[in-house]
């Protein structure tokens, strides 16, 4: 596994040229996720719904099921969210969690029949149905904690590879040089610099001791027009237009305890280093001392898009039937500001008291970019049997996250468009996504359901585990009114970096969280047939 191809994680002050690359890869992905949404009822049944319509989530998912309406409908979605992270980092675990409730789904359909009095209601156009959907298909709303005592790297190795790099004295690299007195001149390799940090001893463990908190906000949600036709009860054939808005922030705050060399281990290394010069009071006394670092960093992001869509559903016999979808890229416009400082506090031995702080400048630590992305293209296809007491359905899709692109339209960079895009290539992959459910009708009244939804792994060189499984129950309240609710548990399992160093030189690998992140899903959904 490459740890540097994990991009979950957080950008952190390295400077704004330094740390664009790694953020928008990551933010490509983030804004290009997410579910197709729907009612209660097909969420409990693993949000298959590629070859089954009938249900307002058709109008989100495959809009050819909006044919299969023979009247009105309306419904109201809300879901309760539990997020909760179990973390391991260098041996010690942590858990965090947030809780969240809001408006998952709205729609309408309205049934258009193409017949009148006395006309044929089994051959031709029997319909042509509208749907109208606000759906919210991906919520933000995340905090993930972690620490540990890290015997490998520490985040001055990051600083000092930013400031080795052919850009990295200019701004932040000055600065943070000049004023921070924790690195030196590289002695085996002109115009590289190299951090005078070794690990302190933490609870008996030695390294550099580490805490990462990361508090995300926000949500993406579409409103969606659709058309279905029902062509003699075997083909139904549908188109949509989706807008999606989007808002995400992400605040975090990354905290290293550690130590300076000795004068007498710098000796041994690097004899000639400013630092042992007495005369030079300003860095000889920085040697043989206790600090702190303090890594801030907060984004603000928004963005709007326009897709399409095209479905069809057909019916190989009454109760057989097969769908397919195509999605095309949703065209996002995108706004982010962004904002990173880096503190440094030293301690003399036994000593509460800094003697030296330093914190870098707001402007150094400033960004803000406009740009496009295209998301992924997706395409689904799909089975569904019905019983006399139920159904079994089935989907498989098909998403190619290498095909996602990034467009600078503000000029930031003359490279930063071609860097990002072959970082896209080298980083993600296309995969496929399964998903599978199932519906039983206990009497007249209540149904039950489960479901199971697998997505693929997006990653070319890291390992990535996702999946939901789905309960839910179902009950016609008459007059047209009806009432679902479900459970759904969500897991998935990734490596989260807080930041990465350049790993050939430093012969260790870029350090990484195991994170568990759980979510459990409550939907309630209530609507009515007119």
Same mark, same amino acid.
């Given at each position: 596994?490459?740890?540097?191809?994990?991009?979950?994680?957080?950008?952190?002050?390295?400077?704004?040229?330094?740390?664009?690359?790694?953020?928008?890869?990551?933010?490509?992905?983030?804004?290009?996720?997410?579910?197709?949404?729907?009612?209660?009822?097909?969420?409990?049944?693993?949000?298959?719904?590629?070859?089954? @319509?009938?249900?307002?989530?058709? #109008?989100?998912?495959?809009?050819?099921?909006? @044919?299969?309406?023979?009247?009105?409908?309306?419904?109201?979605?809300?879901?309760?969210?539990?997020?909760?992270?179990?973390?391991?980092?260098?041996?010690?675990?942590?858990?965090?969690?947030?809780?969240?409730?809001?408006?998952?789904?709205?729609?309408?359909?309205?049934?258009?029949?193409?017949?009148?009095?006395?006309?044929?209601?089994?051959? @031709?156009?029997?319909?042509?149905?509208? !749907?109208?959907?606000?759906?919210?298909?991906?919520?933000?709303?995340?905090?993930?904690?972690?620490?540990?005592?890290?015997?490998?790297?520490?985040?001055?190795?990051?600083?000092?590879?930013?400031?080795?790099?052919?850009?990295?004295?200019?701004?932040?690299?000055?600065?943070?040089?000049?004023?921070?007195?924790?690195?030196?001149?590289?002695?085996?390799?002109?115009?590289?610099?190299?951090?005078?940090?070794? !690990?302190?001893?933490?609870?008996?463990?030695? !390294?550099?001791?580490?805490?990462?908190?990361?508090?995300?906000?926000?949500?993406?949600?579409?409103?969606?027009?659709?058309?279905?036709?029902?062509?003699?009860?075997?083909?139904?054939?549908?188109?949509?237009?989706?807008? /999606?808005?989007?808002?995400?922030?992400?605040?975090?705050?990354?905290?290293?305890?550690?130590?300076?060399?000795?004068?007498?281990?710098?000796?041994?290394?690097?004899?000639?280093?400013?630092?042992?010069?007495?005369?030079?009071?300003?860095?000889?006394?920085?040697?043989?001392?206790?600090?702190?670092?303090?890594?801030?960093?907060?984004?603000? /992001?928004?963005?709007?898009?326009?897709?399409?869509?095209? @479905?069809?559903?057909?019916?190989?016999?009454?109760?057989?039937?097969?769908?397919?979808?195509?999605?095309?890229?949703?065209?996002?416009?995108?706004?982010?500001?962004?904002?990173?400082?880096?503190?440094?506090?030293?301690?003399?031995?036994?000593?509460?008291?800094?003697?030296?702080?330093?914190?870098?400048?707001?402007?150094?630590?400033?960004?803000?970019?406009?740009?496009?992305?295209?998301?992924?293209?997706?395409?689904?296809?799909?089975?569904?049997?019905?019983?006399?007491?139920?159904? #079994?359905?089935?989907?498989?899709?098909?998403?190619?996250?290498?095909?996602?692109?990034?467009?600078?339209?503000?000029?930031?960079?003359?490279?930063?468009?071609?860097?990002?895009?072959?970082?896209?290539?080298?980083?993600?992959?296309?995969?496929?996504?399964?998903? #599978?459910?199932?519906?039983?009708?206990?009497?007249?009244?209540?149904?039950?359901?489960?479901?199971?939804?697998?997505?693929?792994?997006?990653?070319?060189?890291?390992?990535?585990?996702?999946? /939901?499984?789905?309960?839910?129950?179902?009950?016609?309240?008459?007059?047209?009114?009806?009432?679902?609710?479900?459970?759904?548990?969500?897991?998935?399992?990734?490596?989260?970096?807080?930041?990465?160093?350049?790993?050939?030189?430093?012969?260790?690998?870029?350090?990484?969280?195991?994170?568990?992140?759980?979510? /459990?899903?409550?939907?309630?959904? #209530?609507?009515?047939?007119?």
């Amino acid at each position: 596994m490459t740890i540097k191809k994990l991009l979950f994680g957080t950008a952190f002050v390295l400077g704004a040229a330094g740390t664009t690359q790694a953020q928008y890869t990551k933010d490509v992905l983030l804004f290009s996720q997410g579910d197709n949404g729907g009612t209660a009822r097909f969420k409990a049944m693993g949000n298959a719904s590629t070859a089954l @319509g009938g249900d307002i989530s058709s #109008i989100t998912g495959n809009p050819a099921g909006l @044919g299969y309406f023979n009247q009105s409908d309306v419904s109201v979605t809300a879901r309760y969210l539990n997020y909760k992270n179990k973390t391991d980092y260098f041996g010690q675990n942590s858990s965090s969690s947030k809780n969240n409730f809001n408006l998952d789904n709205a729609g309408i359909v309205f049934h258009l029949p193409t017949y009148r009095n006395g006309g044929n209601l089994e051959r @031709g156009w029997l319909n042509f149905n509208v !749907g109208i959907a606000y759906n919210r298909n991906n919520i933000y709303n995340n905090l993930l904690q972690y620490n540990g005592v890290n015997n490998t790297s520490s985040i001055t190795d990051a600083y000092s590879d930013r400031l080795s790099s052919p850009n990295g004295m200019n701004g932040w690299g000055q600065e943070v040089y000049g004023n921070s007195l924790l690195f030196d001149v590289d002695p085996k390799k002109a115009g590289s610099y190299i951090p005078i940090t070794v !690990g302190g001893t933490y609870d008996g463990k030695n !390294g550099f001791n580490q805490v990462n908190s990361i508090l995300e906000k926000g949500s993406k949600s579409e409103s969606v027009l659709s058309f279905g036709a029902n062509y003699s009860n075997r083909l139904y054939l549908g188109a949509a237009l989706g807008f /999606t808005a989007f808002s995400y922030d992400n605040s975090s705050w990354f905290t290293e305890y550690g130590q300076t060399i000795t004068a007498e281990n710098l000796a041994k290394s690097n004899p000639d280093s400013q630092f042992l010069d007495p005369k030079n009071v300003s860095k000889n006394q920085m040697l043989d001392k206790d600090y702190e670092l303090y890594d801030d960093y907060a984004q603000a /992001t928004d963005g709007t898009g326009v897709d399409f869509k095209l @479905g069809v559903i057909y019916k190989f016999t009454p109760t057989f039937s097969m769908g397919f979808t195509a999605k095309s890229p949703t065209f996002m416009s995108i706004r982010d500001e962004s904002y990173s400082n880096a503190e440094f506090r030293y301690f003399r031995p036994n000593e509460d008291k800094s003697f030296k702080e330093y914190r870098t400048s707001d402007d150094a630590g400033h960004s803000y970019l406009e740009y496009n992305m295209n998301t992924p293209y997706k395409l689904a296809v799909g089975a569904s049997q019905i019983f006399s007491r139920g159904l #079994i359905t089935a989907d498989v899709e098909w998403v190619d996250y290498a095909a996602m692109r990034f467009r600078d339209v503000g000029n930031y960079s003359k490279t930063l468009e071609k860097d990002m895009n072959q970082n896209i290539k080298d980083t993600y992959q296309g995969a496929f996504n399964a998903r #599978i459910g199932g519906e039983v009708l206990f009497d007249n009244v209540f149904s039950g359901r489960a479901g199971f939804n697998y997505s693929g792994n997006p990653y070319k060189n890291s390992d990535y585990t996702n999946y /939901t499984a789905s309960l839910g129950i179902g009950a016609k309240l008459g007059r047209g009114m009806y009432i679902d609710l479900t459970g759904a548990y969500n897991a998935i399992n990734y490596k989260e970096s807080p930041y990465t160093i350049d790993e050939n030189y430093w012969n260790a690998a870029s350090p990484a969280a195991d994170i568990k992140n759980q979510r /459990t899903n409550v939907i309630l959904t #209530i609507g009515s047939k007119f």
